[in-house]
Each structure stands twice: as structure tokens, then as C-alpha cells.
């Protein structure tokens, strides 16, 4: 046990005058300010502790009281990778050479010069002309290639991006008077492709001097000799997340003894599986699948796309009882029948159309629209005599089964008569699509959560996570012969699992009404709450409130607005935008941050436009994407030439 020495009575203790003087809140105001001094922007953070931290140089608190050097890498080098420059009198990059400490020993591996002199410059590769022009160009994209060196692939110059010209057709000795920035740019273009390459590196810094741009690099977290790390890994493979993740839970003291507590046991949970499928029904429709004719049909013809005509009759005969010729018509489908029609009834000497028993016309020498004979003898003549009025019979068929009879009176060897019937339908292909959700009970359940769930064979949620995977649309034949058709959807099968509450009685629900009271019935000034005691007891309470003064802050960040001139050197598959302008030469814009003194670091070359103050160009910056959106329209042709 610690024990303390004894004061004499009246004896005082002294504490540091800083500390007397100061309260707790200047006192974190004091620290905040030095953590700021050290962090307060990414290039002070990037120098005071990133770059140190990456390449192997010592840290230091932010009070000063200590340095140390950490490890965060397994291996560092101060020349990750060098690119050497010299422009030649076309102004073109005659010599390109990159060096590359390929194992991150410290020492250069490998070092080779580029095989194209370079005409221009892009974020991502480069391009080369004929030398000191910008004629016969071509287009090359930074990649690494099997050895695991940078090389330059060509492509068209749409997959670049940021390009611009440095040779002397676009103005004279460029390369050298934006050095700094010609180096950081055909730099960045290699980092990018290595770094894309092998996640695993990591660029802490990049340093010119004079045509040379050296980059400090580590490899991060990858102590195994591998080019990736673990956590880089799940790139590659968002699906072994959620069985990385289960194993982990199952070995860790702390998920396990969540699991076994009662807020982790008090709930049953059970699994339901469903679906989400798209149903697509094709069917190949004909006239024996809509409708079916049966008895005395004597002929059946075409009469164009989609109609058949039925004729029923035959021989008649001239005595009492002249012979019925019966058809009868059953539709199978009535929505697809169309119409049907008596189109036309030819005799010699007479015949009798009949729909259902009824009499509905006659064609010979007088009519016929009794039951009984018709007047006067049979064959007088040799003629024939037809009616064509059209009669709709389509109600009655769809109605049901339908007969339709000829009844035929004539007289001698090969007298005749027949009633025609039309027949037209939809016949072909018919489809038809839907959703069948058999998920949406579960989804609207507030005790269901979606637990997995797979896509046309593609997992989206696995383990209650999703895996950030998703489908690409899909084609898919359906239906067969002549009723074959194709169908492009986003998706066709969903196969979820949801993990259900049954039983939520072990472990109460959490009373949130004190919450909500407190916060509808406090107020700047004012707590109020409301308590429940175990006998059921509401006690109502108010306090005074009151938060610490927080201070002041400054009503905006201080920053000035500079400009520098410089000539349009930015390029395009059709050419050198500058080439295309009245004027090339125009102006950078840049925004600084003041410092304390409220001054405007301004770089060499750079005139204030504005100074520091609390600036707004909102409406400048939305002029100008306006302008942009509009200059995009107008380079889009239309039918109407606007």
C-alpha cells in the first residue's frame, strides 16, 4: 500500500502556478490547439507523422516530450521508385528513365528508359507525336506486366484522362519551366499503376530534385515476402468476409459470451427460406387449341391470316323430309375467338340455314323461313341461287356449344346446297409475365431480418451482410418452335432466407418512453424526466440545465483567392484545346488558407485576386458547371441539327 507523508497542521500545498492558473476546459483548449499545430492539414499531417511513420524516421508527441520510431511496415526504401527526365530541342521529353527498388531493400532493381519520346502528358499514361508537333500521336496507358514491371500499353486516347501538351507546338521550353509539375504528373501516373497493382505498397513521399522525382515507399502490413495484404485481400473477394468473420466469432471470448447472455439467448429465432421468381409463360395458340367442329362439315378452308371457313351441306332431296347437315362449333377459349359469320348459303333448288334450331336465312328460288316445305316443285330450272347478307353468330358461340345446320331441298341427281361459316381467332403467341414475391410477408415482419439471399447464383447477403456483389443483367430464351423469344432482366430468381423472432417474452422490451419524455418536454435551460418504479410508480422531476460555454469560432475559415497565367496546353483526341481558342493564354485560379496573421501565402508566380476573408464564389462555381453542361449539350447532335 502507497502511503502519503503527513502534513503539520497549517502546512499549504503548492501545485504549479500553470496549473492553478488554468481551468479544465483551457487546459483542453491548450492541447487542442497543439494537436492542431500538428494535424491541422493534410500536408502537416503527411510531414509531421505519415512520411516519418512510412519510411522508417522518428515521431514525435504531440506535447515534444517524446520520439519514438514506429513500425508500421515491413520494409521501407527511400527510393521506392526515380524517374530521371531530359527534354530535348522539340521540347518533347526525349529521355524518360525510371528506376524501381522492386523489393523495397533500398538499392534499384531494375531501370530502363521509356521507348517513345513524350509529347504530352495524362493522369494516367502519356502520349507520343512526331517530334516537336502534335501530328501522328499515339496513346499509351501505364500497366504493369508480368515481371512486375511498369510498362506503356497503347489504347485510344479516350481511356486517358488529364492530358495535356509539353512539346514546342504548343509553346517553348514547358517541360522546364513547370518542372515540378511535369514530374509530379508523369510520376503519379506510374505510382497509380503500381499501386493499383500491389495494394500493398504504400507512397509516403515524393521528392524533386532539379529533372529527378523520388518516391519514399513501404510495403504496409505484409510481413509474409506477399503483394497483398489481408485487408486488400477481401477486395478481390467480398464473399469471404461473412465465413472469416463467422469463424472469428466462433473463437472470441467476447462474441461468445454476448451469445450466451440472456439478451443474447432470451429471443428464438427461426429460419424461413422463400423466393422471388419471374415467371414467364409462353403459349403457341392455333385454331384446334381456341376451337373445336365436329359432324356434317364438308370442307374447311382458309380465308387469310387467322380465319378458317367451315361449309356444311350436301345432296338434298325433294320429298316430306329434306336432310339436315349438322355442324356443331365448341369454343375452348372465348376471349381468343374473334368473330364468326355466316357468309354465304348457295342451292339448287333451295337450302335452310338453322343456328341453335333457329332459322336465321335461306337462299334458293323463294325463301325459305318456315318449318314447313317450300312452294313449288323441285328443278324447274337449272340455276343456282346464293345468299351472301352476312349474319354474326360470334354471341352464340361464345356462349357455348353451337350447332349450325344447312337443310337442303332439291330436286334430280346432284342438286345441292351448303352454308359457309367464317371463323376468325387470335391465334400465334401469347405471353405472359409476372412476379411471384412469396418473400413479402417476411420482408413487411418486423421480427424478420434478412439473414442470406442469392441472386441467379450470386450471393448478395451472406450471414446478414452484404457482400456488395450484384448480378449482371441476364438473357434467357423461353418458349419453343416458332413461339421462341428472348427476355433481358435484371434478374430472375431471388432465394432469401430471413431469420424470424418467435419469442421475445424472455427478455422484455426496453422501455423508451423516458427517453422521448425527456426529450420533448426539456429545454436549454430546463431537464425534465420521468421514472417508473417497480410498483408501477410514474415520478415526474425538473432541474436546472446548462451546457458549458463553448466558445466562439470564427464566423468561416480565412482564405484568399490567387491567380497565375498560364497557356491552354490541355489536349484532346481532336487536337490541342489552345490551338482551337482566339487566345490560348488564360489564368490558374487557386485558393489558399490564411495564416495566423491572416496573410495569403501566395506561391511564386501567383497575384492576389481576392483577399483573406470569409469568401464566397457559389455562384461562380454554378455559373461555371452550367456552363460546362450546357457546352456538353451543344456538342450533341440532334435530328433537328440544334
Known amino acids: ?214 518516391y519514399v515507399g513501404a510495403l504496409m502490413t505484409s510481413c509474409t515476402g506477399g503483394d497483398t495484404t489481408e485487408e486488400t485481400a477481401y477486395r478481390d473477394n467480398p464473399t469471404a468476409i461473412g465465413g472469416d468473420a463467422f469463424a472469428l466469432s466462433s473463437t472470441n471470448s467476447v462474441f461468445q459470451a454476448l451469445q450466451g447472455s440472456a439478451a443474447g439467448s432470451g429471443k428464438a429465432e427461426v429460419t424461413r427460406s422463400c423466393s422471388i421468381s ?41 320429298g316430306a323430309n329434306p336432310p339436315f347437315y349438322t355442324a356443331t362449333f365448341d369454343v375452348h377459349e372465348p376471349e381468343r375467338l374473334t368473330s364468326a ?68 331441298r332439291a330436286g334430280g341427281g346432284g342438286r345441292w346446297g351448303y352454308i359457309d361459316v367464317e371463323v ?24 424478420c431480418r434478412l439473414y442470406s439471399e442469392s441472386v441467379d447464383g450470386v450471393d448478395t447477403v451472406v450471414n446478414g451482410v452484404g457482400t456488395g456483389l450484384r448480378p449482371l443483367p441476364q438473357t434467357r430464351l423461353f418458349g419453343t418452335g416458332a413461339c421462341t423469344f428472348q427476355f433481358a432482366r435484371d434478374f430472375f430468381t431471388r432465394d432469401r432466407q430471413y431469420r424470424c423472432i418467435v419469442d421475445s417474452a424472455a427478455l422484455p422490451e426496453p422501455d423508451l418512453g423516458r427517453g422521448a419524455y425527456i426529450i420533448d418536454h426539456s429545454t436549454e435551460t430546463l431537464l425534465a424526466d420521468r421514472q417508473t418504479a417497480a410498483d408501477g410508480t410514474v415520478t415526474t422531476s425538473t432541474q436546472p440545465f446548462s451546457l458549458p460555454d463553448r466558445g466562439s469560432v470564427p464566423a468561416c475559415e480565412m482564405i484568399c483567392k490567387t491567380r497565375a497565367p498560364r497557356a491552354n496546353t490541355d489536349a484532346a483526341p481532336d487536337g490541342v484545346v489552345g490551338t482551337k481558342q482566339n487566345d490560348p493564354a488564360g489564368f490558374d485560379t487557386f485558393y489558399h488558407v490564411c495564416d495566423s496573421a491572416n496573410v495569403c501565402p501566395t506561391d511564386p508566380g501567383e497575384e492576389i485576386e481576392s483577399a483573406c476573408g470569409c469568401l464566397d464564389d457559389f455562384p461562380e462555381a454554378v455559373v461555371m458547371m452550367q456552363t460546362v453542361r450546357l457546352a456538353g449539350q451543344d456538342m450533341v447532335c440532334t435530328s433537328t441539327g440544334q
Request: proline residues 4%.
Open 424 to 447: 376468325e381467332a387470335q391465334t400465334g403467341c401469347e405471353v405472359s409475365e409476372r412476379l411471384i414475391d412469396l418473400c413479402a410477408a417476411n420482408a413487411a415482419d418486423g421480427n
Open 341 to 408: 359469320r355466316i357468309v354465304e348459303m348457295g342451292a339448287e333448288d333451295w337450302v335452310q340455314g338453322r343456328v341453335n334450331g333457329v332459322i336465321v336465312g335461306s337462299a334458293g328460288k323463294r325463301p325459305w323461313l318456315t318449318e314447313g316445305l317450300p312452294s313449288g316443285d323441285c328443278r324447274i330450272s337449272g340455276s343456282a341461287w346464293y345468299n351472301r347478307t352476312s349474319i354474326d353468330i360470334t354471341p352464340q358461340l361464345k356462349e357455348g356449344e353451337t350447332s349450325v345446320a344447312a337443310r337442303v
Open 1 to 214: 500500500m502507497r502511503t502519503w507523508p503527513r502534513l503539520a497542521a497549517g502546512t499549504i500545498l503548492l501545485l504549479p502556478a500553470t496549473l492553478q492558473a488554468q481551468s479544465v476546459e483551457e487546459r483542453a483548449r491548450t492541447e487542442a490547439s497543439a494537436s492542431r499545430a500538428k494535424t491541422g492539414s493534410s500536408d502537416v499531417l503527411l510531414e509531421t507523422y505519415v512520411t516519418p511513420a512510412m519510411s522508417g524516421g522518428a515521431v514525435t508527441t504531440i506535447d515534444g516530450s517524446k520520439t519514438f520510431t514506429p513500425t508500421i511496415a515491413c520494409q521501407k526504401s527511400a527510393k521506392l521508385l526515380e524517374v530521371l527526365i531530359q527534354p530535348a530541342a522539340t521540347g518533347d521529353i526525349g529521355l524518360v528513365q525510371v528506376s524501381r527498388d522492386k523489393d523495397l531493400d533500398g538499392a534499384f532493381d531494375t531501370s530502363s528508359n521509356l521507348p517513345v519520346p513524350v509529347s504530352g502528358i495524362c493522369a494516367n499514361g502519356v502520349l507520343s507525336c512526331d517530334p516537336g508537333t502534335w501530328a501522328n500521336c499515339r496513346a499509351f496507358r501505364w500497366d504493369v506486366d508480368a515481371a512486375n514491371d511498369l510498362k506503356l500499353t497503347e489504347v485510344q486516347m479516350p481511356e486517358l484522362a488529364g492530358c495535356y501538351c509539353v512539346n514546342n507546338s504548343c509553346g517553348s521550353n514547358l517541360v522546364f519551366s513547370n518542372l515540378a509539375t511535369v514530374l509530379k504528373d508523369l510520376g503519379g501516373g506510374m505510382v497509380g499503376a503500381l499501386t493499383t497493382a500491389f495494394p500493398a505498397i504504400g507512397v509516403a513521399e515524393a521528392r524533386i530534385n532539379g529533372p529527378v522525382i523520388d
Open 278 to 318: 419471374r415467371d414467364i409463360t409462353i403459349r403457341s395458340w392455333d385454331f384446334d387449341d381456341i376451337l373445336g367442329v365436329s359432324g356434317a362439315v364438308q370442307s374447311v378452308t382458309s380465308c387469310g391470316t387467322n380465319c378458317r371457313r367451315y361449309r356444311m351441306g350436301g345432296d338434298g332431296a325433294c
